[in-house]
């Protein structure tokens, strides 16, 4: 089998397209690729550039396009422009980068959707190509961005109007893609040998409200979409205790027994609160304004907002039943795919499962808003 194929995240190509007009703009160069040093790893590589050309005398425009290796990943061979003018020597900072077209913005604040690390290699790259004296203006834009943004939960965390450029590393790994799963297995694997208590964290996401609680780094895991062959590695590692970290619109999924939760694969998160919240009495007009919510956190706030006007605690009483159900139904999932082991016939008998899940979910502005009795207990535990 072909080993799968990594690529770069979306912040590679925006500072590669930058760089390429830059060079055109300073030395009217029209480069056919770029190198450019990713920071995180530490490494240099090299980009290909589909088209640069000068604008005017005082701007220029570069383009790539995508490629994020072998994942499921919607941005692949999507274009990602970089407009490039001369700034002004009143500028507060010699590089000031901007969101154009197709690039979100940060809801909360009204800035454009570049994050840190985008943030650290747009300007680390770009500075040690200009001249002490000079000034740029940075636009990246993203054509489709719009478009493409409709399709994921970007909106659910705060970005609208487009893509953000979101990331830690540089290197895109290919989460999504089957091989990579022996990856995710063996780090459990490792993990096991001196920990008992791991953490499942959904995401980016994830890792960011883990660190906010306070949730030690070497118990934490980053995971993708194949949550229950994960759970299972867990529980044959030797895993005691196992909390599971993420956005109530992808854990919700498991309350529903969906184990692979990429939306490529399944999707049924409204379907999934509909019943929730039917099985808590709500009826009716109620019942439909749930049903065709956009997302899981509309819901949730038109939920907190019925319960303000009457009174009840719906929305609690729905998630931290939902939280409940999680770890129940994980629990069911290890027991039922548990597969002996071939080096101890201890391990063939699914009384020898010891291990409890957890469920911590959290909303949009990553506040948490319910855990099960088992992820409580292990938080609490963790945290100490």
């Known amino acids: 089998m072909t080993p799968a194929r990594s690529g770069y995240t979306l912040p590679v190509f925006a500072c590669a397209a930058a760089i390429a007009a830059v060079e055109c703009l300073r030395h009217r160069r029209l480069p ?9 790893p530490a490494e240099i590589v090299t980009i290909p550039i589909a088209q640069v050309a000068p604008l005017d005398d005082n701007s220029s425009l570069a383009i790539t396009y995508s490629d994020p290796g072998d994942n499921l990943d919607l941005t692949r061979h999507t274009p990602i422009w970089a407009r490039v003018a001369w700034g002004s020597a009143q500028q507060s900072e010699p590089i000031q980068l901007q969101g154009g077209e197709g690039l979100g913005r940060i809801e909360a604040t009204g800035n454009a959707a570049i994050y840190s690390y985008a943030h650290e290699l747009l300007l680390a790259n770009l500075a ?5 004296e000079q000034n740029i203006q940075v636009t990246i834009i993203l054509p489709q961005g719009r478009a493409l943004a409709e399709r994921t939960s970007n909106a659910a965390f705060g970005v609208v109007e487009g893509l953000s450029l979101l990331g830690t590393s540089g290197i895109s790994q290919p989460l999504s893609a089957p091989e990579q799963l022996e990856t995710f297995c063996q780090q459990i694997r ?16 994830g890792l960011d409200r883990a660190h906010r609680l306070g949730i030690p780094a070497e118990l934490c895991v980053k995971t993708a979409n194949w949550l229950g062959p994960l759970l299972v590695e867990a529980a044959m590692a030797g895993i005691t205790s196992l909390l599971l970290l993420g956005y109530h619109g992808k854990l919700i999924k498991l309350a529903g027994g969906i184990f692979h939760t990429h939306h490529h694969l399944a999707d049924a998160r409204q379907e999934i609160l509909t019943a929730y919240c039917a099985r808590f009495g ?3 007009a109620d019942l439909e304004q749930v049903y065709t919510s956009a997302t899981v956190e509309a819901a949730l706030e038109f939920l907190e907002q019925r319960d303000q006007q009457k009174a009840t605690s719906l929305a609690q009483q729905v998630f931290g039943a939902i939280a409940t159900d999680v770890e129940s139904r994980s629990l069911e999932y290890i027991h039922r795919h548990w597969q002996p082991s071939p080096t101890g016939p201890s391990q063939t008998n699914i009384s020898h499962i010891n291990i409890r899940v957890g469920c911590l979910l959290f909303r949009r502005s ?11 207990e292990i938080l609490k535990r963790i945290q100490a």
């Open 190 to 205: 490792e993990r096991a040998l001196t920990e008992q208590t791991l953490v499942f964290c959904i995401g980016e996401n």
């Open 282 to 284: 709500l009826t009716g």
């Open 128 to 132: 040690s190509r200009l001249e002490p």
């Open 366 to 376: 990553r506040q948490v808003i319910a855990l099960g009795s088992q992820g409580e």
């Open 32 to 40: 056919q690729q770029v190198t450019l040093d990713l920071l995180h």
